[in-house]
């Protein structure tokens, strides 16, 4: 039975993981930056070493996007060394690697969905990042591992938009909401299945770059309007510009990905985002 490591148990994707976990023929390792600091190569090495670690997933990351415009050093430090180290016990120890990366890698400046070779070019310092990060993985070039870009994170874990809309919903009478940034949501509980799904098929030479979210295409405005009316809310939302609502950190307006690659190559079917918006608000039993 594989021993799988999945770093940042407690965020959105390793909670989800966690909750699928059993599910699966797999030994799983669930740690978090308590129980295994992945910034420290050695104690990774010592953990992998002790438990025969033979595959890590890598759910791990510095994800505070205007925080790390004036924290650049920590977010550098989780977001490209913390991978570079893996990347590096990954092909000292022929461990299978699956890292997970962001849409924050592209400026959002395209015009249709973006392929896994489309050019990067991150607007602040969390992409900037994530991009050194995977770049550092790609260089050091572990077999059969991978990254998966995604985007729009949202879970019945932790915090994300999908729980503050509901939270803000039940509070006021009305909320702007940007409505010029366009991309698709991903429920991190579709991820994780098509993580663990995979995992036996991941078989390559070179590090390869997936691209996942949930199928359709939508605004921010488009997404709190659907979750209002899920839940039966009567908030009001109205569409805003981006410019009426400023924050430290530049967000892609355009971050549409193209996700024909891995549904070819290892033969997956991925929802339509209502769909899993209508799955995470039965399990937050906020489904009306």
Known sequence: MPNVLVTGCKGQLGSEL????????YNFYFTDRDSLDITDKSQIETFVKNN????IINTAAYTAV???EEDQENADTVNHLATKYLAELAKEHNIKLIHISTDYVFDGKNYKPYNEDN?????????ATKLAGEKAMQEINPTNSIIIRTSWVYSSFGANFVKTMLRLGKERDSLGVIFDQVGTPT????????IL?????INSDKVEIYHYSNEGVLSWYDFAKEIMRMAKLECKINPIETKEYPTPAARPHYSLLNKAKIKKEFNIEIPYWKDSLDECLKTLGERK
């Open 119 to 127: 050019v990067t070019n991150p607007n602040g310092v969390y992409g």
């Open 52 to 55: 025969t670690i033979d595959t």
């Open 197 to 201: 799904d995979i995992l036996p098929q």
């Open 18 to 25: 966690q909750e699928l976990s059993g599910t699966y023929e």
């Open 66 to 68: 205007d925080k790390a």
């Open 187 to 194: 429920y991190a509980r579709d991820l994780a299945k098509a």
